[in-house]
């Protein structure tokens, strides 16, 4: 059974600053990475995908993969108020036609 | 486009009645997924459905049932509800079964149980 962790939150961090959100698991075969976004009382949407070792860059996020420690970050720079939100990490569930969710990290930036 | 819709968006049941959630959507995708929510729990896969003509089990499958009724509908039911059953219950499509990572989900239905 594949498992998924983060850290609950919640994360606090003052507007402008660089938030760090962690995932690691647990199966060393999964390929692919996925960051959802969720504010509250609303539906999760995909803001992130990462499918090699390394870093990808969109705009202010940036997801960095390592596959060799099973651990997968999303940095958010010149963090925003709107960023307020519960981040979910997200991988392949078995054949890869479906995905299991982390518990989610809550992120609060104050103004 | 409504993206996905699911009905209805609040329900109070008591233990033993059963129920049907209703998800739908209107953007010609081929995988269809329900999930729960709870505080503290993330999300979980309940079933989920690759392709029209095909259901298969999540992580949580137990006390539930589906039927991907046509392309467009994928529906969850309950038999028996059990207060363990309360949640806030998604329905997501993807255009795949390849591009399962690109999920869009409704605005999902609150279900207690008493």
């Known amino acids: 059974q594949k498992e998924v962790e983060q850290n609950s939150g919640p994360l606090s961090v003052p507007e402008g600053a660089i938030a760090s959100l962690n995932c690691t698991y647990s199966?060393?075969?999964?390929?692919?990475f996925f960051w959802y976004r969720q504010y509250s009382g609303k539906s999760p949407e995909l803001i992130m995908s990462i499918y090699s070792n390394g870093d990808k860059e969109d705009g202010r996020f940036t997801a960095q993969l390592n596959k060799a420690s099973q651990y997968v970050s999303l940095l958010i720079r010149d963090s925003q108020p709107s960023d307020s939100a519960t981040y979910l990490c997200a991988v392949p569930y078995q054949a890869g036609t479906a995905l299991i969710f982390g518990k989610g990290t809550t992120l609060s930036v104050s103004s | 486009n409504a993206g996905v819709t699911q009905t209805p968006k609040f329900q109070v049941l008591k233990t033993g009645q059963s129920m049907t959630l209703q998800c739908a959507q209107d953007m010609n995708h081929n995988s269809m997924y329900w999930y729960r929510q709870d505080p503290g729990m993330g999300l979980r896969l309940i079933y989920y459905s690759a392709s029209e003509g095909t259901t298969d089990k999540g992580e949580v499958p137990n006390g539930y049932n589906v039927s991907r009724l046509n392309k467009r509908e994928f529906s969850l039911r309950l038999e028996s509800a059990a207060p363990s059953q309360t949640s806030v219950y998604f329905c997501?499509?993807?255009?795949?079964?390849?591009?399962?990572?690109?999920?869009?989900f409704g605005p999902g239905t609150r279900l207690t149980v008493l």
């Open positions: 997501a499509s993807s255009r795949t079964r390849e591009s399962y990572n690109e999920q869009f």
């Open positions: 199966d060393r075969v999964s390929q692919s």
